[in-house]
């Protein structure tokens, strides 16, 4: 079976810092790109980041660039969201998902979708 698990949220100041991981099986990991997603009570899913299968190309939403940073380790299957100076507005639940294509997260088109892990930013 596939499986995405993310994990690493919490409760952290404004200012803080949180790596949030997402763990993957059941699929050849580095043939697919990992993105991330963010949703907060009352708003839209946002794309927050996508890294390619080969991390030779990475992207990131304005509301983060320069503050989040995603990395992957293709022994460990593993994905990496460094999130840096934090803001309250960074409050959600963030998602990791896998899309062999890369373009297709730019409207959500993952092929797989992991659990959420809840980040709170609030002093």
């Known amino acids: 079976d596939v499986q995405l698990q993310a994990s690493g949220g919490g409760l952290v100041q404004p200012g803080g810092s949180l790596r949030l991981s997402c763990a993957a099986s059941g699929f050849t990991f580095d043939e697919y790109a990992i993105g991330w997603f963010r949703q907060a009570p009352g708003k839209e899913r946002e794309g927050v980041a996508c890294i390619s299968n080969t991390a030779g ?61 809840l980040v709170t930013v609030s002093s």
Not at 67 to 96: G, H, I, W
Not at 97 to 105: D, P, R, T, W, Y
């Open 57 to 117: 190309g990475i992207y990131y939403a304005d509301s983060v660039q320069d503050r989040f940073t995603l990395s992957r380790d293709n022994v460990k299957n593993t994905a990496y969201l460094q999130m840096d100076s934090l803001k309250p507005e960074d409050t959600a639940v963030y998602f990791c998902a896998a899309v062999k294509l890369f373009g297709k997260f730019f409207f959500a088109g993952m092929d797989y979708w992991g659990n959420g892990t």
